[in-house]
């Protein structure tokens, strides 16, 4: 079934290079009607990542397109919406200014369906976009992006500012626009459980470089986390890429599919296995900082 | 049909869509050649993944309860509910005997283990 369906975004050896971080070769592909996740600690690369696919900082290397398209094309960008943290948007304007200013720029911009969206948020046009607080700039920008009919939304911790009751909402529309309207989705998070659910793909970054890039079914199915004594810590074999979690008691840590483990199978029994939530997997996946 | 999914459950999300779904077909909920919900709308209305809804349909097709009519969906197959009923009954059979191994470790006879059963039966 997946053979068969359009890309709407595709990342390939995408570079960026800075004074004091690299961005490696990043790979990624999402179908239209798809969610994916981009989780990573701070600084690992996540806003780089969005911004260079939104053209908005320049790519050293690689190649971006956004339904075939090369991402810096006019008809690229208009197939695209967006939600930054530092959104394009006049500090001093309106709502219905700024709406106003940048919906001209898109071929399917819709006035009418701005003014219902900012109703249903609680946002009112005449407010000035430097007096709302990060919630509320979150919802404008949503609201500013779904008007436009975006083919791929692209999104940097949206649900940062969000109380958990919009944060319920906000995730039912993500839902309706994959399920209803085949829209592509990408967004960054810092609250896992936001994607535990949802997500269809999960990209994890780390200092830079893409840790891993698969759906999230894979993931739980393949890198379930171990538990067990600590003198059976010897039982995994050397060169565990992961981090490994000791205490007094025992150790924790995630394996793939047993592969590290010794081959004698009747030792696994040693263990105990459960099935991993994302932030499991992000802990045990990222490099520790104190070793 | 209700499908009802947990997070807490040791099961994964798509084994839980897909022992409901098989449930809802041996207790006659949904009939043969009757329409599940689509891929799409089932992860909408659970708030689940597409991809793991649509994994719960895959194993549901590959163990021939379930087939897809390209571009129209998918529908239940016909007479697998004696299938399922067999099936069942085998992980009964299976639980009963670990069971009995446990009453046998406890050191409780024939007796005592029928005496519980019928104690426990009808509340």
Redesign the interface.
């Known amino acids: 079934m997946m053979d068969t369906e359009k890309i709407s975004l595709e990342v390939k050896n995408l570079t960026k290079k800075w004074s004091d971080f690299t961005l490696h070769d990043i790979n990624i592909s999402l179908p239209e009607g798809y969610i994916m996740g981009l989780i990573g600690k701070n600084g690992s690369g996540k806003s780089t990542l969005i911004n260079c696919i939104l053209d908005g900082v320049k790519k050293s290397r690689g190649r971006v397109s956004i339904n075939g398209v090369d991402h810096r094309r006019v008809n690229a960008k208009n197939d695209i919406g967006f939600i930054l943290e530092d959104g394009p948007f006049f500090m001093d304007k309106t709502i219905a200014e700024n709406a106003y200013l940048f919906g001209r720029f898109y071929s399917d911009w819709s006035e009418s369906t701005f003014c219902n969206y900012i109703y249903q948020f609680e946002l009112r046009d005449y407010m000035r976009y430097a007096d709302l607080s990060k919630g509320m700039k979150t919802k404008f920008q949503l609201a500013f992006a779904l008007s436009h009919k975006p083919r791929l939304l692209i999104m940097d911790e949206p649900t940062g500012g969000m109380d958990p009751v919009f944060r319920r909402d906000f995730l039912n529309i993500l839902q309706g626009l994959v399920c209803d309207s085949n829209t592509a989705v990408l967004f960054s998070t810092h609250i896992t459980a936001d994607l535990d659910k949802v997500a269809d793909f999960i990209t994890m970054l780390d200092e830079g470089k893409q840790v891993f890039a698969m759906t999230k079914e894979e993931l739980i199915d393949n890198y379930p986390i171990i538990r067990g004594r600590r003198e059976d810590l010897s039982l995994i074999k050397e060169g565990c890429p992961m981090r490994v979690r000791k205490t007094s008691s025992g150790f924790e840590t995630i394996l793939e599919n047993y592969n590290i483990l010794s081959e004698d199978s009747s030792l696994w029994e040693r263990f105990t296995k459960s099935r991993p939530n994302l932030e499991e997997i992000m802990y045990f996946f990222s490099e520790p900082l104190i070793q | 049909m209700n499908i009802v999914i947990s997070n807490t459950s040791n099961l ?3 084994e839980q869509i897909v022992a409901q779904i098989k449930d809802a077909i041996i207790n006659k909920e949904i009939m043969a050649d009757e329409p599940l919900p689509s891929i ?2 089932l ?2 209305d659970l ?6 809804t ?2 719960a349909y895959d194993v549901l097709v590959s163990e021939g309860l379930v087939y897809s009519q390209p571009g129209k969906g998918y529908y239940v197959s016909k007479s697998q509910t004696k299938m399922l009923k067999e099936k069942r009954l085998q992980i009964i059979e299976a639980n009963m005997t670990q069971l009995i191994n446990q009453c046998k470790g406890a050191e409780l006879t024939k007796e005592d283990m029928i005496a519980m059963i019928n104690l426990l039966y009808d509340n």
């Not at chain 2, 708030?47 to 793991?52: E, K, L």
């Open positions: 994964a999300i798509y799409r709308s992860a909408r708030q689940i993944s597409v991809i793991t649509s994994r």
